[in-house]
């Protein structure tokens, strides 16, 4: 054997051999790659985007009550038109950063909001009317917990601050500058006396629906996350919330899990997720849909269904996020218990899935699945969220209290406020690299099947080689022995 076929079938061994390690341990070499890159450190890849994730748009639509006279002194149903979207480019960045020995971090979020005007339809100067919060706040306290033997000293101060059930403010007002109401003044300056009735962070000094949030590192709350250090399987899912792991709700339904929502754990399977949000203190599950490829990445996509904000009938899991003497159709949240009792209920937008009744207690919801649906796509193998479509409806709550002039003739409606869209996606600068990690595996496996291919193949080629040299041997052997016989023999003839 030739020095070059032996350095060959050395090589063909070596290919053999790296081949079978490639395919037959790829999933060993992609959790080492996700624990070195993906994993939550200091100094991991993913660390820098996880502080500071990529801007994404806030779409906010506001909904403009044209009838406001009709349904306070008639009791006509509310009348409601979609403004907007006033469009805002929304930051995050993580804060107080405090890495546990139990391979959580603990961190805070500040978010900012950056008008787009150029985008927006419309100016945040635009006047529009909706319903009052802090008005069906003291009708919502009336109704439950102030004794009637009071209503008639609420009554008189209403009418003498001469509040309104419906009130007109610019947009900017609505969203995030604040504006002045009597309530609020007479709130604080009376807070010793009314202070058993109403929650200690009702009190401020202004209402918007984003006030005093901008650029906040309070609001959001305090997190503890697990990092993926130690056991991927809990990579991104919440631990605590405020420091706590069960709260507002009682039973399963106040347990604190379910993911952050920047990484989800490796390996996600074709049946539900689970997104802890601290809006609306709960977690929320969203369920498969479909496959699909957006930006040519496989994803799984998985949306908001019918079951999220579905009532104990509907959905048996959602029981005890009512109580017992409230009994709701489905399709709307009560958040009022982690909102200082304000009668708020969120639901998908325009009443979207949610039971018909909604609808008829106010006109112009029109739902669209298209425009209406969450829908959260995910590269499956790494958990990282390709494309996020998180869509949310603020509606309050209005009901008569007969002894209360404001409130008298007030039909029971959910009067939507506003909805709220949230879009993100991966980077224009991170597509190709998602990409090479969604096919990483299928990449090692082709480069294992390739190597060993080509091992084969070499050996094949050596051992063919070797036959046919060792066949010409074999054939080529009696001729020579048959030749030198015969000279010889002429040899000896001649020398005769």
């Given amino acids: 054997m030739s020095k070059y076929q032996w350095l060959g079938g050395v090589g063909a061994i070596a290919l053999l051999s790296f081949g079978i390690l490639l395919f037959s341990t790829d999933s060993q070499v992609f959790n080492f790659i996700y624990r070195s890159q993906l994993v939550l450190s200091p100094n991991s890849t993913s660390f820098p985007m ?17 009838n406001p006279d009709q349904v306070t002194n008639e009791g006509a149903v509310p009348i409601v038109s979609e403004v907007g979207p006033f469009v805002f480019m929304e930051s995050h960045h ?41 008005a069906a706040s003291i009708a919502d306290l009336l109704r439950v917990s102030v004794p009637k033997s009071l209503h008639l000293l609420v009554d008189l101060f209403l009418r003498t601050e001469k509040e309104k059930i419906f009130v007109t403010h610019t947009a900017n007002e609505i969203i995030f500058k604040g ?28 209402f918007a629906f984003f006030y005093a949030r901008n650029g906040s590192d309070w609001m959001d709350g305090v997190f503890n996350m697990y990092t993926g250090a130690g056991d991927t399987s809990k990579m991104g899912k919440v631990h605590s919330w405020n420091y706590s792991t069960q709260n507002f709700f009682p039973g399963t339904c106040g347990k604190v899990k379910g993911g952050a929502g920047e ?6 399977n074709k049946t539900y997720i689970e997104l802890y949000s601290n809006d609306l203190c709960r977690t929320l599950r969203f369920d498969f849909n479909v496959t699909s490829s957006p930006r040519g990445i496989p994803t799984y996509e998985y949306t908001a269904g019918r079951n999220m904000f579905g009532n104990g009938s509907v959905n048996p899991d959602n029981k005890c996020f009512n109580p017992a003497t409230v009994s709701l159709p489905s399709g709307v ?22 039971d018909p009744y909604y609808s008829s207690l106010v006109h112009g919801m029109r739902p669209n699945p298209e425009k209406h649906t969450t829908s959260l796509k995910i590269e499956p193998l790494s958990g990282v969220p390709v ?10 709550l209005i009901d008569k209290v007969p002894d209360v002039a404001l409130f008298k003739h007030l039909p029971r409606s959910f009067v939507p406020v506003m909805w709220v869209e949230n879009a993100a996606g991966v980077p224009d600068n991170m597509v190709f690299q998602m990409k090479l990690f969604a096919m990483l595996k299928d ?42 016989a015969e000279e010889s023999d002429s040899e000896n003839v001649f020398h005769e």
């Avoid at 996880?50 to 044209?66: E, G, K, S």
């Fill in 50 to 66: 996880w502080r500071d994730i990529p801007a994404l748009a806030a779409n906010i639509y506001l909904f403009n009550v044209t």
């Fill in 94 to 134: 993580k804060t107080k950063l405090v890495w546990n020995a139990n391979n959580t971090i603990t961190y805070q979020q500040i978010r900012n909001w950056k008008h787009v005007p150029e985008l927006t339809n419309g100016s945040l100067s635009d006047y529009i009317t909706i319903v009052n919060p802090i």
């Fill in 179 to 206: 504006f002045d109401d009597p309530i609020l003044k007479a709130m604080n300056d009376a807070k010793f006396i009314i202070k058993n009735f109403i929650p200690d962070g009702a009190f401020m000094d202004k």
């Fill in 263 to 268: 990484f989800f754990p490796p390996g996600l």
């Fill in 333 to 354: 949240f009560n958040t009022s218990i982690c909102r200082f009792g304000a009668p708020v209920f969120v639901s998908q937008p325009h009443f979207y899935l949610a």
């Fill in 387 to 396: 494309e996020v479509l998180a869509k949310f409806q603020l509606n309050v």
């Fill in 443 to 484: 990449i090692l496996q082709g480069v294992g099947w390739g190597m060993f291919g080509l091992g084969v193949g070499i050996m094949l080629i050596l051992t063919v080689k070797f036959i046919s040299r060792r066949k010409q041997e074999e054939d080529g052997g009696p001729l020579i022995s048959e030749g030198l």
